[in-house]
């Protein structure tokens, strides 16, 4: 009788404890199946641009942009890449790939040294108008590209960088120390004190403490900051085509110039083979490193 009634107990416990279970496995299988529809959207775009820039021509004009080539072709790469009618000159997206990584290399590692050595200063010296600099910096972050056209044109003009390549990265340089110095000052002010004391009564100056100390302890913060200059300088349209000429375009430039150089019928699969040429540096970017973005935005965040 004991046992039937520890039995009879037991079965409404053993059958509730089940309840949440079975729910949490179903919650987690809509919320993997609502992942998946969505990655599905976005890859979407990725699918047609890659599918219809392995087809012919005519296959685009008359087929479904979903399907698969029928007549697979590796033609609208190559003429992207090397023979495609650009302005008045027959050239392809080559010149200026290199050109964009020209740009954006030396740009993203000056601003992100420059920015390092502003956060080191900024939070490691107590100097009178130290907050008031740091809000300044801060302001001219959300100032519009546009204003600064005409006054980075003339400065540009008086250093003799006008229409170069290193005018870009001048121009990148100027307007990404703002991002990288905010980066950089608040991953620096929860940095531990002591080690910085430390190395000064070890007789360190002031660049020792900065390369053995604070740069060696910086890698989170400097992958969120190199990906995020090199996403910006390598998408950026505005300046390139502001600030450069025909032999210093950068990719985004000359891309937008084979879409609109084609005369008569729309080579849409050299199209879609440029859009994606240029977009592959910052997809590799952040395949490769994009779950060290997430850490070292986490760790700003927690720092700051």
Do not use: C
């Not at 005409?150 to 006008?162: E, N, S, V, Y």
Request: hydrophobic share 55%.
């Amino acid at each position: 009788m004991a046992d039937a009634t520890a039995s009879t107990h037991a079965a409404p416990h053993a059958h509730g404890a089940s309840g949440p279970t079975t729910s949490f496995g179903i919650g987690r299988i809509a919320l993997y199946a609502l992942l998946i529809v969505l990655a599905f959207f976005f890859l979407m775009p990725v699918y047609v641009m890659v599918v219809n820039s392995l087809k012919p021509l005519d296959e685009i004009g008359s087929g479904n942009l979903m399907a698969l080539p029928q007549a697979w072709t590796v033609e609208p790469w190559l003429t992207a890449w090397s023979t495609a009618q650009i302005g008045v000159q027959p050239t392809g997206l080559k010149p200026y790939f290199i050109n964009s990584f020209l740009m954006v290399v030396p740009a993203v590692a000056i601003s992100a040294l420059v920015g390092a050595l502003n956060g080191y200063v900024l939070t490691q010296f107590n100097f009178r108008g130290a907050h008031l600099l740091f809000a300044g910096m801060l302001f001219s972050i959300f100032i519009p590209f546009q204003i600064v056209l005409i006054p980075m044109a003339k400065t540009l003009g008086l250093l003799g960088l006008a229409g170069t390549v290193k005018g870009l990265v001048f121009v990148h340089v100027v307007y990404g120390i703002s991002f990288s110095t905010l980066f950089f000052r608040n991953y620096y002010a929860a940095f531990p004190g002591e080690l910085i004391r430390s190395a000064r009564m070890d007789g360190a100056s002031f660049f020792g403490v900065f390369t053995r100390i604070l740069l060696p302890n910086s890698a989170p913060i400097l992958v969120v900051t190199v990906i995020w200059q090199f996403t910006n300088i390598w998408n950026d349209f505005l300046f390139g085509a502001s600030f450069s000429d025909f032999s210093s375009y950068p990719l985004t430039v000359a891309l937008n110039n084979l879409v609109n150089s084609s005369t008569g019928v729309k080579e849409y699969n050299v199209h879609f083979a440029g859009a994606f040429i240029a977009a592959l540096p910052t997809l590799v970017v952040y395949l490769l490193s994009g779950k060290y973005f997430v850490r070292g935005l986490m760790a700003g965040s927690v720092k700051g």
